[in-house]
């Protein structure tokens, strides 16, 4: 069974910065994708940010500069390094992990940030 764990969220203000941590256990295939997705009160669930095997990452343009996806030594970990956060970052922030076909999905953890 695989599961994903978030952590690191919390609240900040804006222009602060948070990092957070995503860690999947039962994993017996190399991954084909991980990143992150988040969604604010009353809005779908957006894309933030993925990264394939091979390394290649795909942000979103709201993002693109101020947050920075990197993997651990551990196989199966990611981080997500967020500055200069602003109020519309606000939401869960769910990390995912794509296994051939199949999509798994943390619980996600609460990004709150005030202006």
């Known amino acids: 069974q695989v599961q994903l764990v978030e952590s690191g969220g919390g609240l900040v203000q804006a222009g602060g910065s948070l990092r957070l941590s995503c860690a999947a256990s039962?994993?017996?295939?190399?991954?084909?994708?991980m990143g992150w997705y988040r969604q604010a009160p009353g809005k779908q669930r957006e894309m933030v940010v993925t990264?394939?095997?091979?390394?290649?990452?795909n942000y979103a343009d709201s993002v693109k500069g101020r947050f920075t996806i990197s993997r651990g030594n551990a196989e199966n970990t990611v981080y997500l390094q967020m500055n200069s956060l602003e109020p519309e970052d606000t939401g869960v922030y769910y990390c995912f992990q794509r296994l051939v076909t199949t999509d798994y999905w943390g619980k996600g953890t609460l990004v709150t940030v005030s202006s």
């Open positions: 990264i394939t095997q091979g390394g290649s990452t």
């Open positions: 039962g994993t017996i295939f190399r991954f084909n994708a």
